[in-house]
């Protein structure tokens, strides 16, 4: 991809314009969670590349007609929309298993798969800058991730049981990825329990503070009669019991990921499968918005999703194998809201200790791996095939067989390409910003 390079002045109209797009309802509602949101994107190339995956598809969305490797299957698959090297890390399965996959599909639609890929391959070659690598470094970073990628599409698609084709788990990983599932396994509810909440009169409690804050009996009602609506979206199971989804408590909440300003959040503390207050559970109610990718692909297929809570929760169960089972949906107002367990379970990979060459050859190969598990997940399981009534993995196969060379250098020069133009892009930002030139948010000094 070959990205043009506009003066200074009209690339920082063309973000203005995208994030206006993007953020400017949200923005208006709540300019100081936007100053925060802000405020993070400044501080690193990267972080401001999490931050702008809108702009990041509007930069890339003539690719679909004229991109190498899209055809009407290859365009249709379930994709992540927000594939980047820090969206991965550790879960604990609905049957008890941790496993170290993809995580945080708040941007997942269907869409051309080398879109994931290629915001992947950008990301890795941001924090390869970062840490001062070489470009001959960085491109073999970006070789080895998309050689295991290949590969694991490759197995998928030829073998006749999926099911033996392993996760990564505490018997197969290594490296950072079998850290980060040691370490989710070293957590435990009490101590996530005891970060969130007091026991007064042998009762649990929110603590309030802290980005926990209390509702008003009419905004308590309305969400407590949102979740009611949310457990008919659960699957149901044999242990279920009337009981374990009793509410003790409920908070609304501030402060939220870098991707979720603006939204209306809440956390559930329930009463879990136990009367022992070391088995409550906490979940949290999430506004959604429309994932970034949507508003750039042919035919987007918006009219099968009730609302974006539906579309987030639909997607990562057809991204990932045993799904949380706390995973589901509701609406608030007419708004669709996502909703999902606090799990303590979850550790992220952490890159800031990653910094020997052949250890970050390794892990981005392990990530090349997931990412082909999770696009060949997207016709496991039949509810969830209709948008994808074919093999992803098969179709995706073919489409990189045609040529593999091209596939490869297709995604280095992107990845090289990508990055230096968000670096220009990131101090375009930081100029707008500190300038108080991105309207609606305040002014630092300003009353």
Same mark, same amino acid.
């Not at 100053?35 to 690193?44: D, E, P």
């Not at 598809?57 to 490797?69: A, N, R, S, T």
């Not at 990564?168 to 290594?174: I, P, Q, V």
């Given at each position: 991809?070959?990205?043009? *390079?506009?003066?200074?002045?009209?690339?920082?109209?063309?973000?203005l314009?995208?994030?206006?797009?993007?953020?400017?309802?949200?923005?208006a509602?709540?300019?100081a969670?936007f *100053?925060?949101?802000?405020?993070?994107?400044?501080?690193?190339a990267?972080a401001?590349?999490r931050g702008?995956?809108?702009l990041f598809?509007?930069?890339?969305?003539?690719? *679909?007609?004229?991109?190498?490797?899209l055809?009407? =299957?290859?365009k249709?698959?379930?994709?992540?929309?927000?594939?980047h090297?820090?969206?991965?890390?550790?879960?604990?399965?609905?049957q008890g298993?941790?496993?170290f996959?993809v995580?945080?599909?708040?941007e997942?639609?269907?869409?051309?798969?080398? %879109?994931d890929? =290629?915001? &992947?391959v950008?990301?890795?070659?941001?924090?390869?800058y970062? =840490?001062?690598?070489s470009?001959?470094?960085?491109?073999?970073?970006v070789?080895?991730?998309?050689a295991a990628y290949?590969? $694991?599409?490759?197995?998928?698609?030829?073998?006749?049981?999926q099911h033996?084709?392993?996760h990564?788990?505490?018997?197969?990983?290594?490296g950072p990825?079998l850290?980060?599932? $040691?370490?989710? $396994?070293?957590?435990?509810?009490?101590?996530?329990?005891?970060?969130?909440?007091?026991?007064h009169?042998?009762?649990?409690?929110?603590?309030?503070?802290?980005g926990?804050?209390?509702?008003?009996?009419?905004?308590?009602?309305?969400?407590?009669?949102?979740?009611?609506?949310?457990?008919?979206?659960?699957p149901?199971?044999?242990?279920?019991?009337?009981?374990?989804? $009793?509410?003790?408590?409920?908070?609304?909440?501030?402060?939220?990921?870098?991707?979720?300003a603006?939204?209306?959040?809440?956390?559930?503390?329930?009463?879990?499968?136990?009367?022992?207050?070391?088995?409550?559970?906490?979940?949290?109610?999430?506004q959604?918005?429309?994932?970034?990718?949507?508003q750039?692909?042919?035919?987007?297929?918006?009219?099968?999703?009730?609302h974006?809570?539906?579309?987030?929760v639909i997607?990562?169960?057809?991204?990932?194998?045993?799904?949380?089972? %706390?995973?589901? %949906?509701?609406e608030?107002?007419?708004?669709g809201?996502?909703?999902a367990?606090?799990?303590?379970?979850?550790?992220?990979?952490? %890159?800031?200790?990653i910094?020997?060459?052949?250890?970050m050859?390794?892990v981005?190969?392990?990530l090349?791996?997931?990412?082909?598990m999770m696009?060949?997940?997207?016709?496991?399981?039949?509810?969830?095939?209709?948008?994808v009534? &074919?093999?992803?993995?098969?179709?995706?196969?073919?489409?990189?067989?045609?040529?593999?060379?091209?596939?490869?250098?297709?995604?280095?020069?992107?990845a090289?390409?990508?990055?230096?133009q968000?670096?220009?892009?990131?101090?375009i930002?930081?100029?707008?910003?500190?300038?108080?030139?991105?309207?609606?948010?305040?002014?630092?000094?300003?009353?």
């Open positions: 991809m070959a990205i043009n *390079q506009p003066s200074i002045e009209q690339r920082g109209g063309e973000i314009n995208v994030f206006n797009k993007t953020f400017g309802d949200l923005l509602r709540d300019p969670a *100053q925060v949101k802000f405020r993070k994107m400044a501080a690193s990267f401001f590349y702008s995956a809108c598809y509007h930069d890339i969305e003539q690719e *679909q007609h004229v991109g190498p490797f055809d009407n =299957k290859t249709r698959i379930w994709i992540h929309g927000d594939l090297a820090e969206n991965f890390g550790t879960y604990m399965d609905s298993r941790l496993i996959n995580n945080d599909f708040d997942a639609y269907v869409g051309p798969f080398i %879109w890929i =290629k915001r &992947f950008a990301s890795i070659a941001l924090i390869g970062t =840490k001062a690598l470009d001959q470094q960085i491109t073999r970073l070789k080895v991730y998309t290949r590969e $694991r599409v490759h197995t998928l698609a030829t073998c006749t049981n033996e084709v392993p990564f788990t505490l018997d197969t990983a290594k990825l850290d980060a599932l $040691r370490s989710a $396994r070293t957590q435990t509810r009490v101590d996530l329990l005891c970060s969130m909440t007091e026991v009169d042998s009762e649990r409690r929110f603590t309030l503070g802290g926990s804050i209390e509702l008003s009996s009419a905004t308590r009602e309305k969400v407590e009669d949102a979740f009611n609506r949310y457990l008919e979206t659960l149901k199971s044999r242990d279920d019991c009337a009981s374990m989804y $009793r509410i003790k408590d409920v908070v609304g909440r501030r402060g939220v990921g870098i991707g979720s603006g939204l209306p959040s809440f956390n559930f503390l329930l009463e879990g499968k136990s009367e022992a207050l070391e088995n409550d559970v906490v979940i949290y109610m999430k959604s918005a429309a994932a970034a990718v949507s750039h692909v042919d035919n987007a297929p918006n009219a099968y999703f009730h974006e809570g539906h579309r987030t997607s990562q169960r057809a991204l990932q194998a045993q799904a949380d089972a %706390w995973l589901g %949906w509701t608030i107002d007419g708004v809201q996502l909703v367990e606090v799990s303590p379970y979850a550790v992220d990979l952490d %890159w800031s200790d910094n020997d060459l052949e250890e050859a390794a981005v190969a392990d090349g791996t997931a990412t082909a696009h060949g997940a997207g016709d496991d399981n039949a509810r969830y095939s209709k948008l009534p &074919f093999s992803p993995e098969k179709a995706i196969d073919e489409a990189i067989m045609a040529d593999e060379v091209r596939f490869v250098d297709v995604l280095v020069g992107f090289h390409e990508y990055s230096a968000t670096r220009r892009d990131h101090h930002f930081v100029d707008l910003f500190r300038n108080g030139r991105i309207p609606g948010l305040p002014v630092d000094g300003e009353n």
